[in-house]
């Protein structure tokens, strides 16, 4: 409540400013993304293409209206509006990774994982690349793969919790206790409250006591 209080005092400022300046296209986009914020997906819309109608080039302008169209349920529009994005910037990481998305909420995986692994030919050394196509293949029941995936990121960064945590819960599903046992537990010393992990110990030390 008290955030969305301080978003709705930023909106009538942003409104304020308006008056002055109608034409801008940085004041329109963000008040399309305080909507946006508000869950006010319409009124989003509406102020984003406002904006893109003032400035067609910015990316992030692309983006964030994409992401209004992908919350609205419109996965159509927001494949096209993440495809906007990427004619003006073919590298823009966040629109292939939310284009990904939408191609596999569509019921199109095949160009979900070809984007995934675009992203990780991209961008070899950063982990998060590896994680999301490693939770691409988890999503397609692909277990294999996808630890494969969460090994990467591990290797590229120790520190990935929620790397040890899939594994485990990969191995865990393989009845593999003790080696999901090893990884949860290496997780626990990475970040010792991470709930997720706390419960499958707490399961793998059942199954292991018995």
């Known amino acids: 409540m008290k955030n969305q209080n301080i978003i709705e005092k930023q909106l009538q400022n942003i409104k304020e400013e308006l008056k002055e300046s109608p034409e801008s296209a940085k004041l329109l986009h963000d008040l399309g993304v305080g909507y946006f914020l508000l869950g006010q997906y319409g009124n989003a819309v509406i102020q984003l293409k406002k904006a893109l109608k003032q400035d067609p080039k910015k990316v992030s302008y692309h983006f964030n209206l994409a992401n209004t169209y992908s919350e609205n349920d419109q996965p159509e529009l927001a494949i096209q ?24 909420l569509s019921g199109q995986p095949e160009k979900a994982h070809e984007l995934f692994q675009y992203i990780v030919k991209l961008e070899p050394n950063t982990p998060l690349p590896h994680f999301n196509l490693g939770n691409f293949f988890l999503r397609q029941n692909q277990h294999i793969e996808a630890a494969k995936c969460y090994e990467e990121v591990l290797r590229i960064d120790e520190t990935f919790t929620d790397a040890y945590y899939n594994i485990a819960w990969i191995l865990y599903k393989a009845k593999a206790f003790e080696k999901s046992l090893y990884y949860a537990e290496k997780g626990l010393v990475i970040e010792d409250d991470h709930n997720d992990l706390l419960q499958l110990v707490q399961s793998l030390k059942k199954e292991l006591s018995r």
């Open 81 to 104: 509006s993440y495809l906007d994005a990427l004619e003006r910037d073919p590298g823009h990481v966040p629109s292939l990774n939310n284009l990904a998305d939408a191609y596999e």
